[in-house]
């Protein structure tokens, strides 16, 4: 497989921090990080490690700290807590100082509750305090640029990832022909109007997908997609021609093309993050970030909801668990 993805880990450590030699659960735990983190690097991955320490200690003895391990180089940050401190809430410190550094180095990282089933023999827990998936620097394609045009933000930062993720779950051959290019214009833009629909299912807006802006954004030749609408629809088509000019039977034809759901497998979107659930927090914390506890515990309580919680949640679950488009307009 090529390396489409890089992983992002955020941990959080006590400090001090033992050293390598100490027989205790929590050397062991650093030492099998540092040799997942040192062998991804090796085999030319990218991983992003940031390491956070909470305690009384400077960022260089910190660093000094984990060096032993092989983690001098990781990315590295302390919450600074004196012996005789106030208590006060830890958790909010970490979540700010994560929204800076995701905001600064990982912006199209998309935030995961486990790590999907290809990624968990690599080597990380999925005890951290974040997990993200993000594309490899130069791995995006052209379907980047056409679900960035289409979808709505933040998905847009995201639209690379989601470009990877797609290609790692499709069966449509390369560009190579005026079909492929049709076939995989068509796949890019219903992958960016399922997120779209998340994001009005969730409420962060109105589903209003720009039909008319599929054939320009996504490269479309109208000749090859006038001939997969008529292969696929050619009755709906034709009866709309007296109803409407070129333009408009256009986004009729993208729409019945899309709304088929031939060129998007959600039921592979959710196999590749593992589960409805863990599909469903992605999606979500996209929007609403959940960065003040570690990530299975925020993956727990959201997909756990109490029965008021369930109300605000249940329009969104249903459009991940069970393709409900229900609540989409999707009239033109």
Not at 21 to 28: G, I, V, W
Not at 50 to 68: H, K, Y
Not at 219 to 246: K, Q, T, Y
Not at 256 to 267: C, F, I, K, V
Request: hydrophobic content about 40%; glycine content about 8%; aromatic content about 10%.
């Amino acid at each position: 497989m090529k390396n489409r993805f890089s992983l992002i880990v955020v941990q959080v450590l006590q400090l001090p921090v033992p050293g390598p030699s100490e027989e205790s659960p929590y050397a062991k735990r650093l030492l099998l990080l540092a040799n997942a983190w040192l062998r991804r690097r090796i085999e030319g991955y990218g991983d992003g490690l940031l390491l956070l320490g909470i305690g009384n200690c400077t960022v260089d003895d910190f660093r000094a700290q984990l060096t032993p391990f092989g983690l001098g180089g990781a990315n590295v940050a302390v919450v600074e807590i004196s012996d005789d401190a106030v208590e006060r809430d830890i958790d909010e410190d970490i979540g700010d100082l994560l929204d800076g550094y995701l905001a600064r180095s990982h912006p199209g990282a998309i935030p995961l509750g486990a790590w999907p089933k290809q990624f968990r023999d690599i080597g990380y827990s999925n005890d951290a305090w974040w997990l993200g998936l993000e594309s490899t620097p130069g791995n995006s394609g052209q379907w980047a640029d056409r679900i960035a045009a289409l979808t709505p933000s933040p998905f847009r930062e995201q639209a690379a990832t989601w470009e990877s993720v797609m290609d790692s779950i499709t069966d449509f051959e390369p560009e190579d022909g005026p079909m492929q290019g049709v076939q995989s214009g068509l796949a890019a833009a219903s992958l960016a109007r399922w997120l779209a629909g998340f994001s009005a299912a969730a409420g962060d807006n109105f589903f209003d997908f720009d039909y008319g802006a599929v054939e320009r954004s996504c490269g479309l030749d109208p000749f090859m997609l006038g001939f997969e609408a008529a292969i696929h629809h050619g009755d709906d088509v034709e009866a709309e021609m007296d109803e409407r000019d070129c333009r408009d039977l256009s986004r009729f034809a993208v729409k019945e093309l899309l709304a088929s759901g031939r060129y998007l497998d959600t039921a592979s979107i959710r196999d590749f993050f593992g589960s409805s659930s863990t599909l469903f927090f992605s999606l979500y914390t996209s929007i609403w970030p959940k960065r003040r506890r570690p990530a299975s515990e925020a993956c727990k309580e959201l997909c756990s909801p109490t029965s008021e919680e369930m109300g605000e949640i249940d329009a969104p679950w249903r459009f991940v668990s069970y393709d409900d488009w229900e609540p989409i307009d999707d009239s033109l």
